[in-house]
């Protein structure tokens, strides 16, 4: 069963009396282990498609179901539960708290959701994307790939089952780029989480499971690999 699961999406947005139409019939089913890079020019609706996909945001018609159920269903208390088990979100600027280290912002996640063990966990967090050691640190004293790990290892500090990321490279040179995505394959790959990733960059739309080109706002075509 696709864990994540998008079925005639259609999302609108009022803006200056208008109506923007951002998401049109978008269908697609994402399975765990899945690494899905989504694709299209600037306004295409990636963004949109990432919140849809990670209870941010909800269609306007048709269904967004994660494990089956639909997002929509939820009451407000219930979708922030399901936010906090269930998804992980990689933001392109990082997104860190900067008062705080980088052991406490990779800890932040499991206290808010109670979790038992958070140092520890927020440890093993940073050990998955080869952090050990920069705990203490801030993150001005990170370099933007290093930004960009802990952020991962925030979004995973859960071990979410879905995990989205909007254009995660998009503010790193070339190299720095590349590891990124490497660790994104490798930890889809060993945690088995379905991992959609917005991108601009070709090289990292190839290393994919599964490509989807958004056109105004519809899917113009899939490749699977
Ligand atoms: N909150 C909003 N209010 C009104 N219109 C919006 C809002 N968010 C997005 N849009 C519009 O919806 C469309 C899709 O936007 P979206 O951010 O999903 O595109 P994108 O593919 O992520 O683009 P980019 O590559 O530039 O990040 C655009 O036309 C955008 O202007
Ligand atoms: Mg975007």
């Known amino acids: ?14 803006s200056d009396g208008q109506s923007v139409r ?7 089913d994402v399975a765990e282990g899945e690494f899905v890079a989504l694709v299209g020019r600037s306004g295409c609706g990636k963004s949109t498609l990432l919140h849809l996909a990670g209870a941010m945001d909800f269609p306007t018609s048709g269904a967004v179901l994660i494990e089956g159920k639909p997002t929509s269903d939820l009451n407000d208390a219930q979708q922030t539960q399901l936010r906090r088990e ?31 063990g958070a140092r520890e966990l927020a440890q093993e967090r940073l050990h998955w994307v080869e952090l050990d050691g920069l705990g203490a640190r ?9 930004m960009q790990r802990v952020a991962i290892a925030r979004a995973l500090a859960h071990s979410p089952r879905i995990l989205l990321a909007d254009e995660p490279t998009g503010n790193l040179d070339t190299t ?4 990124i995505l490497e660790l994104l394959l490798r930890l889809t790959r060993e945690r088995q989480t379905a991992t959609i990733m917005a991108t601009h960059s070709p090289e990292a739309a190839s290393v994919c499971n599964t490509l989807v080109k958004l056109r105004d706002g519809h899917v113009e075509e899939v490749t699977r690999r």
């Open 86 to 116: 269930k998804i992980g979100f990689v933001f392109q600027s990082f997104q860190l708290l900067h008062t705080l280290t980088v052991q406490e912002n990779v800890e932040l996640p499991l206290l808010l959701a109670g979790s038992m």
């Open 1 to 14: 069963m696709a864990i994540l699961s998008l079925q005639n999406v259609s999302k609108e947005y009022a």
């Open 22 to 28: 951002a998401l049109d019939g978008v269908t697609l």
């Open 176 to 179: 720095t780029g590349s590891v």
């Open 138 to 146: 801030y993150p001005h004293q990170l370099s933007g790939g290093q």
